[in-house]
């Protein structure tokens, strides 16, 4: 909040602008003096005022992260399509996103997105429109391909298994992103939830959100106290939340504790080589295995 990209105000009355641009005015000038812990950015000297309307506001705040959760749809189509043609997406997503135009940010191609904001706010766009009787198409398509990429996670764990009725599958990560115990539209829920239909058996780790976890939801999963006790007997593992402490765990002991040792990297977060010298099968998302 202190070094923002741009401030939106929308307001009908120019007293409440006036008292609004005099409240952020040390943001907009950048003229506070920064904490030590958080140095101004260099890029950050002057930030932007858009002052609109109420309604144009509204509609800047869910077309941005409507904006963003359709990049990341995107980059999941791509990989899908770049699994059946023998690309690697991981190199096709950094050659568009070097093009100044695009932009690397949200070009990460995996789960897909979760969290509050890009599922209510693209709804709220499509319901909208659709009072309008006005249809967006986009946005719904990008709302489909996340759901998909949920799916395409078991499509994933039945190739290699075949059969996931009575298989454990650990699970590591259950907050809808690193460093929160958020569950919100979590992809890792909706996974383990497909997964407990189809008779597998569910262990689960978490640094933060196995708590709320076990309080929230009432299903049959263990919950591990670290990512050792998840790999143990474990027919596979995915990897759904990219906490940085799982970039660091001992692949070869895992391995060595499995029934199968097959981890679906469900964020293209892990260096393949690496895991694979310790033993497992490596499995990502929009690369040939």
Known sequence: SLYPDRIVIGAGDDKVVAQLRTLYQPFLE?????????PRPACCQQVPLVQTSVVSSELIKYAANAFLATKIS???ELSLLAEHCGADVNDVTRGIGLDHRIGPAFLKAGLGWGGSCFAKDTA?????AGEYGISLHITEAARCANTRQRGHAIVKL?????????????VLGLSFKPHTDDLRDSPALDIIGRLLQRGARVR??????????????????????????VA???????????WPQYGRLPWKRLASRMRTPLLLDGRNFLDRSTVERAGFRYVDFGRCA
């Not at 709220?124 to 909208?128: E, F, P, Q």
């Open 30 to 38: 950048q003229s506070f003096e920064p904490p030590e812990f958080l």
């Open 124 to 128: 709220a766009l499509v319901r909208t």
């Open 158 to 170: 039945q190739q290699e298994l075949r059969i996931l009725q009575g298989k454990t599958i650990g």
């Open 204 to 229: 689960a780790h978490d640094p933060a959100a196995m708590q709320r976890t076990q309080a929230e939801y009432s299903w049959d999963v263990e919950y591990c106290k670290n990512a050792e006790a």
């Open 232 to 242: 143990q007997d474990a027919d596979a593992l995915l990897l759904a939340t990219e």
């Open 74 to 76: 995107f980059a999941n």
